[in-house]
């Protein structure tokens, strides 16, 4: 008896075993895509948790700072003229939890995880972290004439502690842009964490630092003796 139903041929059924050279090329496309994408998601993540783990320093460094402000009738750690003097760091080893001796290996707090161009045979000294101290709040044009917390009238838009090249001098000494077209200081998404007085950090590119009024002459040379309203 003849079956009602159609015979399938075995070359009918090996042919539909594999994929089209089109079928092929399209999901390797979407493959390739589905990559791509993933790469930039993971990179991306791993950026943000760079400068969340930056913004957690400079906010522990903050919070030092407050503390020996209350320690020391408002005083600013002070910013020595030698490299291996008693530095802003070293000053605030007692908050910080390290001992106050340079020849240490670089606390942890004093090191940016986005920091590219240093290896770590570089963070041999307290001295040489990648964040630096506005000079001009810490000592004013190198005299003794330094200034108090309660010296500061507009805490939230006067920078205290930010984002550094990391060189064994400007990160020893102050914070400042005379050279604001170094690469190595926009090292978040082109951008860097800044830390003000008044205790929270705000991240900017450079536009926006420009913007705000941060490059104006009389500012960026030394520092910022007292902050910008924004």
């Known amino acids: ?8 041929k075995n070359e009918d059924v090996n042919a539909r075993k594999g994929f089209t050279l089109i079928e092929m090329l399209v999901v ?8 791509s994408m993933i790469s930039v998601a993971v990179k991306k993540g791993m950026a ?23 320690d020391n009738q408002g005083d600013f750690p002070s910013m020595k003229s030698n490299a ?3 530095t802003w760091q070293i000053q605030l080893e007692k908050y910080l939890g390290f001992e106050a001796n340079p020849q240490l290996s670089t606390p942890r707090v004093f090191q940016c995880p986005a920091q ?21 709040l810490v000592n004013i044009f190198e005299t003794t004439d330094y200034l108090k917390i309660s010296d500061i009238q507009h805490p939230m838009s006067t920078i205290l502690i930010a984002d550094e090249t990391g060189s064994w001098q400007r990160d020893i000494y102050y914070y400042d842009f005379d ?11 082109d951008g860097i964490n800044f830390g003000f007085v008044d205790g929270h950090v705000k991240w900017m590119n450079f536009d926006t630092f420009k913007r705000l009024g941060y490059l104006v002459p009389d500012n960026w040379r030394y520092g910022w003796r007292d902050g910008l309203i924004y």
């Open 1 to 8: 008896m003849k079956s009602p139903y159609p015979q399938i």
């Open 28 to 35: 390797i496309a979407i493959i390739s895509f589905l990559v």
């Open 48 to 70: 943000t948790g760079k400068s969340t783990a930056c913004r957690s320093n400079i906010q522990q460094m903050l919070r030092a700072v407050s503390l020996y402000n209350i």
């Open 84 to 86: 291996y003097g008693d």
């Open 116 to 136: 590219r161009w240093k290896s770590p045979e570089n963070y041999n000294s307290v001295l040489k972290g990648d964040y630096g101290i506005n000079r001009r």
């Open 179 to 189: 050279d604001p077209t170094e690469s190595q200081r926009w090292r978040h998404s």
